[in-house]
């Protein structure tokens, strides 16, 4: 079917039926969009949006009509739309929700639908298809002179800034950092293949939009508008006419897909890179802070250490804190002494962890408020959060430091928390179509018509003895179904004893079910009092909704102070749980670690070796020894240990003093990059040209075995080259593990280049790994004995020591190359 259907744009409106003529208007406007009309009790989609719908959801392909006019179709229960939805979405599909906009019973002739809302990957809101404990964000990019404005917001939470991206690969690390499901960009940059394949590849679905929307004139007039300011200037990018652009495109791209008028996105920030460490897209996968190199999952990363949050608000900003390190000593300081008082006062600690487990996500909770498709239950569940904010606030008033002084500033919006509990009755239902959502005491109307209803329950039970004493059926009842209504019930053997004036209604298998004039009468009074008091309660709950949304800026403070809050109290609970000591920050640029473990490493190993690590300014290590004996843990716990640090958490050391590390550089292992067509060694040598272009004295660099991605004496030459103008050039603190033993003589002319090797011990021809970081080089590699554990073939390790005997006596061409001196070595540019 799918291969002769036509597009329902191309039939004649005409010859539609009048629901069809529906769904072609909306496609016409939105060809882009799979269409899903809302048609009873079903989202029905038809022509090619039934196959794809088909095709992708896995769900039965029918039609509808006859003959030439035989429509191919596709539906899903209402009640489903959500998992379908979100199979939809992350598909990469745009879905158009049109809905009944008037209660098809009340409806004169055909109903009335409307679209209200494209759902798109960076626009998904419902609960069931978001991760919790990460936010859809999507992004808005544009390019000026090689930089590039952009603008990311998360619909689900209000969050809404914009920054400036200085360079491609900052760019496409920035994506990956933060991970937008959607990156929206102006229609002229599609021409720029190369841009757009590299944006591609981070995993983001691409939309275009009109160059129109990205103008510095309308897009001010769309922020001015929204957040209804007369200037910019409140903003903070006021002079920033790309910032400007990007943040006004994506603003009106939300609005036209969402239909809503986003009251929820109360502000925008601008974000300056001079506060918080970048880190590009190598050290980020290198170090495996979020997801792990195998599978992609948190297991084994440094987050699954971490992360002892309760909430998903502290979720979340925590890994908002993992990707973004802090440079400002102030700020990392006040995070610090936090963790520290939450450390020592465990009783407290506990106490607030029993308050924050009652804790729902108020971001997304006000956040659907605003939107205005929060649930009864969304309600209790707000209620119930801000019910724990008084003893919050009471029991951080006694603490002393700074950032939990802050904290204990909180709004506890006790109106909003005597509203819900006033109005939202325990046992609300899940629909706010079916009434069973508010108290009757909240309103003196609802009260009166609950009353009705309840007498009623009690008439309908007294009509019921009274018509058995009358008819002598003992077992005679009065039932309900949505279809008959109310009716009398009686059994087929007692049906000869039915009075004259009962009005046969249905016959059943077992019985007969019967009306009076007198039930009918009672059931018009009955079902007209649940019929005003679910349109009553329907009313009065969106008028609450209403009440909340103006409150929605204090409960986005406090979710954010709360947030915090959880984040400092799981840097507590871990660093007592695996002893971690609170870092020292000093003004000298140096790195002294007494006893450094690897946070992640530790966990697994039944003995866990700690080292030294102790680097003045502008100081290089060179690390060799063999295989499996540790190096790249150590090199990594100490880019590790300098992150937790700068994100104000306590550190698996020791002791710990630091000065502040502008960058963190990671070169660690490589594949192929065959996307890109590029090889293991062009990947390699990417990394370390990023790393030789932007890292400075500040910067903490982890190189591992630069240059093995070619043979010997080029990889030599290189990573000889790489060292020299790291030291004498951009002088950054360095930890170098190599295999070239040859290395080992720059130490021999440079003051600040030290040799360092992982110590093995050799006891009968085997070899054991001490994981013991000791001072000095080494030319010994084990790498056939490694092989040999691996479980190669004995001839072939036999082989092999035979051939290394060889090649280690044949090393003159090692031995000529002669180290050079500060002053005769070229900038990078030079050569």
């Known amino acids: 079917m799918a291969e002769t ?38 989202y029905e989609m038809f022509y090619e949006d039934a196959v794809t719908a088909s095709r992708e959801l896995e769900i039965t392909l029918t039609s509808r009509g006859k003959g030439d006019k035989r429509a191919p179709l596709a539906g899903i229960p209402f009640h489903a739309l959500d998992p379908y939805l979100g199979r939809l979405v992350k598909k990469g599909y745009k879905v158009a929700i049109v809905e009944q906009l008037e209660d098809p019973k009340k409806a004169k002739g055909l109903v009335k639908r409307g679209l209200v809302r494209i759902v798109t990957p960076g626009t998904v809101i419902e609960p069931s298809i978001l991760n919790e404990t990460e936010n859809n964000y999507i992004a808005c990019i544009s390019a000026i002179d090689n ?25 496409l690390s920035e994506l990956i950092r933060l991970n937008p499901s959607e990156c929206l960009i102006p229609e002229s940059l599609k021409v720029n293949d190369e841009l757009i394949l ?208 802050e904290i204990s500033t909180l709004d506890c919006i006790e109106d909003v928390t005597e509203l819900l509990g006033r109005a939202i009755r ?30 009623s329950k009690q008439y309908l039970q007294d009509l019921e003895e009274k018509e058995r004493q009358k008819t002598g059926i003992v077992n005679l009842k009065i039932g309900y179904t949505k279809v008959f209504g109310y009716y009398i019930e009686i059994t087929r053997r007692n049906v000869d004893r039915v009075p004259e004036h009962y009005i046969r209604k249905q016959t059943t298998v077992n019985s007969e079910r019967y009306i009076t004039e007198e039930l009918k009468k009672e059931e018009e009074r009955i079902l007209g009092a649940e019929e005003k008091i679910v349109e009553l309660e329907y009313n009065l709950f969106q008028d609450i909704l209403r009440t909340i949304a103006g409150r ?39 790195l002294q670690i007494k006893n450094a473990r690897h946070p992640v490493v530790e966990l697994s190993a039944s003995r866990f ?10 100081e290089m290590m060179i690390i060799t020894g063999p295989n499996m004996a540790g190096k790249s843990t150590i090199m990594r716990q100490a880019a590790l240990i300098v992150l937790m640090a700068q994100i104000g958490s306590f550190v698996p050391a020791e002791e710990a003093v630091l000065g502040i590390v502008d960058r963190i550089f990671t070169r660690v292992g490589a594949s192929d990059d065959l996307s890109s067509g590029l090889s ?104 056939v004995y490694v092989a040999q554990l691996a479980g190669l073939p004995s001839l072939v390790i036999e082989r092999a020591r035979e051939i290394q005997s060889i090649l280690e006596k044949d090393d003159e061409m090692m031995r000529k190359i002669k180290v050079k001196k500060v002053e005769d070595q070229k900038s990078l540019g030079e050569f």
């Open 198 to 405: 590299k944006v591609k590849s981070t995993g983001t679905f691409l939309t275009s939009l009109e160059d129109y929307f990205f103008r510095t004139e309308k897009a001010r007039e769309i922020l001015l508008r929204h957040f209804n300011l007369t200037s910019l200037h409140s903003l903070g990018f006021e002079d920033q006419k790309g910032n400007i652009g990007v943040s006004g495109a994506l603003l009106q791209y939300l609005l036209n897909t969402q239909k809503n008028s986003l009251a929820h996105l109360q502000k925008i920030s601008f974000r300056s890179s001079s506060h918080t460490m970048l880190l590009d897209s190598s050290t980020f996968r290198n170090l495996e802070l979020i997801r792990n190199l195998n599978d992609g999952s948190a297991r084994g990363t440094l987050l699954a250490v971490i992360d002892k949050t309760i909430t998903s608000l502290g979720s979340r900003l925590l890994k908002k804190w993992i990707k973004t390190p802090l440079l400002d000593h102030r700020l990392i300081q006040k995070r610090l002494d936090s963790v520290e008082e939450l450390k020592k006062n465990v009783i407290l600690r506990g106490e607030l962890a029993e308050l924050l487990q009652r804790v729902y996500d108020l971001e997304r909770l006000i956040g659907r408020v605003n939107y205005g498709n929060a649930t009864p239950r969304d309600l209790l569940s707000l209620k119930t959060s801000l019910e724990q904010l008084p003893s919050l606030k009471e029991k951080l008033l006694l603490c002393s430091s700074e950032l939990i002084r």
């Open 680 to 783: 293991t060694f062009m990947v390699e040598m990417n990394e370390t040209a990023a790393i030789l272009n932007n890292a400075t004295e500040n910067s903490l660099i982890i190189l591992d075995e630069i240059g093995r991605g070619t043979s010997t004496f080029d990889g030599v030459s290189i990573a000889w080259s790489v060292a020299e103008h790291i030291h004498n050039t951009i002088k950054a603190k360095t930890l170098f593990a190599t295999h070239y033993h040859v290395l080992n003589k720059l130490a021999q002319k440079f003051p600040r280049v030290k040799n360092y090797n992982v110590a093995v011990k050799e006891v009968r021809g085997e070899v054991i790994f001490l994981h013991k970081l000791v001072e000095g080089g080494t030319d010994e590699s084990y790498g």
């Open 5 to 42: 259907t036509p597009s329902i744009l191309d039939l004649n409106h005409e010859d539609l039926t009048p629901g069809m003529k529906q769904y072609q208007e909306v496609k016409k406007v939105h060809p882009d969009c799979l269409v899903m009309l809302r048609m009873g009790d079903f």
């Open 147 to 171: 930089r590039f404005p952009a603008a990311f917001c998360d619909l689900s939470t209000g969050e809404f800034f914009t920054t400036t991206i200085e360079s491609v690969s900052a760019l």
């Open 426 to 455: 325990e046992d609300t239902s899940v629909s706010v179509r079916e009434g069973n959502i508010i108290k009757p005491t909240y309103n003196s109307e609802l009260n009166e018509l609950q009353s009705i209803k309840l007498n």
């Open 609 to 618: 070796i700690a080292n030294d690590l102790f680097f003045q300014p502008g």
């Open 552 to 590: 929605t800026i204090d409960i986005q403070n406090t979710s954010s102070k709360i947030a915090v809050l959880d984040v400092l109290c799981s840097f507590a609970t871990v660093a007592l749980e695996h002893n971690y000591c609170k870092p020292v920050f000093v003004s000298e640029n140096v």
